[in-house]
T-cell receptor
Framework: NAGVMQNPRHLVRRRGQEARLRCSPM?????VYWYRQLPEEGLKFMVY????????ESGMPKERFSAEFPKEGPSILRIQQVVRGDSAAYFC?????????????FGQGTRLTVV | TQLLEQSPQFLSIQEGENLTVYCNSS?????LQWYRQEPGEGPVLLVT?????EVKKLKRLTFQFGDARKDSSLHITAAQPGDTGLYLC????????????FGRGTQLTVWP
């Protein structure tokens, strides 16, 4: 059973470009979460999605950031007009419906570098 | 402010020693998780504790959830170099669905 798959593993973008981060959850997991990890900080919650629904986006910046989890295909975290401060590791996690608020399994992350 | 405070932030010990990492909060959590993260990788779930006072053992690792469900500890017996890594505690609160709150982590280095 494959784990949570994220791609790309590393992404370099120039200031002002767009970054698209993809996450395929574990098989049978319909709940997806995105977290950001900055140097010297812990992981911070960004957004919680179910298929075609955003459940909680309170941790996501209001501007330039958006997330989706379509009926078919991976979840996408999109950052428009990236700035240096967006450089971080972005992690996706997933859980089955029965394990929401009990366990989440993380992918290997996408390291975004803005130059 | 961090909802979960981990201590110590760094721990450097010799192989064979015992150690304890603490995770404290003034808030109640419905469950707590411990993860281990290697450089360049994602967090890997080690254990979930749900019941206040619960103790779980995973080989040389012992995890405890406080009676009031506000704190947790991770104890490693006879540490080995392979235990080196970043240990993260994280928890769910009953008031928010799906959102994990993380501590900043304890960086453990075990020297041969």
């Amino acid at each position: 059973n494959a784990g949570v798959m994220q791609n790309p593993r590393h992404l370099v973008r120039r200031r002002g470009q767009e970054a698209r981060l993809r996450c395929s959850p574990m098989k049978g997991h319909s709940h997806v979460y995105w977290y950001r990890q900055l140097p010297e900080e812990g992981l911070k919650f960004m957004v919680y999605l179910q298929k075609e629904n955003i459940i909680d986006e309170s941790g996501m910046p209001k501007e330039r950031f958006s997330a989706e989890f379509p009926k078919e295909g991976p979840s996408i975290l999109r950052i428009q007009q990236v700035v240096r401060g967006d450089s971080a590791a972005y992690f996706c996690a997933s859980s089955p419906p029965s394990m929401v608020n009990t366990e989440a399994f993380f992918g290997q992350g996408t390291r975004l570098t803005v130059v | 402010t961090q909802l979960l405070e981990q201590s110590p932030q760094f721990l450097s010990i010799q192989e064979g020693e015992n150690l304890t990492v603490y995770c404290n909060s003034s808030s109640v959590f419905s469950s707590l998780q411990w993860y281990r993260q290697e450089p360049g990788e994602g967090p890997v779930l080690l254990v979930t504790v749900v019941t206040g006072g619960e103790v779980k053992k995973l080989k040389r690792l012992t995890f405890q959830f406080g009676d009031a469900r506000k704190d947790s500890s991770l104890h490693i017996t006879a540490a080995q170099p392979g235990d080196t890594g970043l240990y993260l505690c994280a928890g769910y609160r009953g008031s928010t669905l799906g959102r994990l709150y993380f501590g900043r982590g304890t960086q453990l280095t075990v020297w041969p």
